[in-house]
């Protein structure tokens, strides 16, 4: 197995990984062959039918939120139905709801209309999915706050001071004390400093930060932030029950390269997973240890000694996740074939004894023979790893393009399944907690050319249903999803318990009004404020009239308090386009220009929705 590793790797070096993926994405090009061909027994065809066939009128068990990429959305669909249920703006502006046009989302936004969403994290209590949040990072340096009581973006924190490149986030804290943020691309900080690019390995800084999380409302704000050598910082996970208060990132580039870093990153045998006690670093801050750089309290392990050691793990990792049990922490290098386990105890025993091989810019490098329970043959190119109930864990392979499952102390591959095509991470049902469901997991491939009808050169997104409920894994559905998932997370539908409808009480907006008798206009010099009632089938007024250069502000209300009642405002030439939900209240300001203009309610609400309409009409001076 290592020779054949050995042989490929040395190949792909040599010719260039994107050299590799042309070859392979070749060889898999085919017209879609008739479905009759596909493989699969009559049996095994009935089995996936039957296992993911919900009945009209009822529901999935679980729901999956998977990241937008650089759509900046997050997308919501069931299990195992894989239907798309919900799309979630958060970075980017969505006019089927009406997102980045209102006055309050615009300001969320601020002047970014775009951010690469990459991994969303639901809020834990005691390392189980509670149900109430979800966060979302993005590249620009920004986390998201999407509150899962009505599936809304509350809060866009960011971007955060010293992080450049936000790929290493939004891991989660067992009981949602704090979102861990880190730099994928390493600066000079504060942000706006200058250093040439032949002062990379002294001058550029890494930097891994903490988000500290309100317990009640769940907003963020600053915590602390620990200076780190220029490597470029991954993926992480929170350390919980034994391994509680720490967590792991991977980091690459451990050469301190710049350039073609296929080549100049690629020359050590092993990068770093960096292991982090955060409750230390937490503890520091508290005492004002560190210093101010860009308005945030950054530490520097080298003069404050045990808040980072370095676990070296094989060449270019992407994937670390920490056992359900909390004694495991598991590295994969992507240029490697094998996934290595890393035992928790022996990392402290480690930590106590010294047992260190060398530094990085004054943090210790403990001694990967040291720290190592196993190395698991799973196949090339593993990336990342989720866990299942009875110590069962799943690796996908984007060379191989499969998923291999294993088991936690006894270090062998029990089976593996092809996928198409290229996968790169996966989501079990609730994976990232203490306590795994077993029963799916999704493949998050890259490519899906060759299984479905052609919709020209942007294909479809895959994302591959898998029955892991028995030891021998079965493929059950296809699903092709829109761009670019990255990363999901998967919840049992009953920990969530959303609203339909906002209770009237509750909408404590300055300018929401509840009859159509409180509706009109008012003004205070050149600043007009229009109160606006939306109710099947009018909206209230019908016009209204305001003079050319006024600043208007419309405050648009709907006051049903019927499921799926939705409004919208749409007001034609001014680029403005609000969707109200039954019971809430948006607002848009705009200045006027000189004219009549159409008003109408863009979301279809009963027979009588193209009667719902009005015009604006603007004096000139």
Known sequence: MKRLWNARLSTWLAAGAGVLLLIGYSACSPSAPPSSSRGGGTSDIANAAQRTYVAPGDLDEYYVFASGGHSGNVYVYGIPSMRHLSTIPVFSPYPATGYGFDDDSKKMLGGLTWGDAHHPALSETAGDYDGRWLFINEMNGRVARIDLRDFKTKQIYGPVPNISGNHGSSFITPNSEYVMVASRFSIPIPKGTYAPIDKYATDYKGVIGALKIDATTGNLDLGFQILMPPFDYDIGDAGKLTSDGWMFLTAYNAERATGKLEVTASQRDRDYIAAVDWRAAEKAAAQGLGEMIGGVRVLDPAKVPGLVYLMPCGKSPHGVAVSPDGKYIIGSGKLQGVTTAFNFEKVQTAIRNKDFDGSEDGIPVLK???????????????????????????????????????????????????????????????????????????????????R??????????????????????????????????????????????????????????????????????????????????????????????????????????????????????????????????????????????????????????????????????????
């Open 368 to 450: 990967y023979e040291s720290i190592k329970d196993a190395e698991v043959e799973v196949g090339l190119g593993p990336l990342h790893t989720q866990f299942g109930p009875d110590g069962m864990a799943y690796t996908s392979l984007f060379v191989d393009s499969a998923i291999a499952s294993w088991k936690l102390g006894e270090w062998k591959v029990i089976d593996k399944v092809p996928v198409s095509y290229a996968v790169g991470h996966l989501a079990a049902a609730e994976g990232d907690t203490v306590n795994p469901d077993g029963n799916y997991l999704i493949s998050l491939n890259k490519l899906s050319h060759g």
């Open 452 to 621: 479905h009808l052609n919709v020209g050169p942007s294909q479809p997104e895959s994302s591959q249903l898998i029955d892991i409920g028995d030891e021998k894994m079965k493929i059950l559905y296809d699903a092709f999803t829109e761009p670019e998932p990255h990363y999901a997370q998967i919840v049992k539908a009953d920990k969530l318990k959303p609203i339909e409808v906002y209770p009237k009480e509750e909408n404590k907006h300055p300018l929401a009004i509840w009859d159509v008798k409180d509706a009109g206009v008012t003004r205070v010099g050149n600043k007009v404020t229009v109160k606006i009632v939306a109710v099947r089938s009018t909206l209230t007024p019908t016009s209204f009239e305001v003079q050319e250069g006024d600043i208007v502000t419309v405050a648009v209300t709907n006051i049903e308090q019927t499921t799926d009642e939705l409004h919208g405002f749409g007001l034609l030439d001014y680029n403005i386009n609000l969707v109200v939900d039954p019971g809430e209240t948006k607002t848009v300001t705009f200045t006027a220009k000189k004219g009549v203009f159409p008003y109408y309610c863009t979301n279809f609400c009963s027979a009588l929705h193209q009667e719902m309409q009005g015009y604006l009409i603007v004096k000139p001076r």
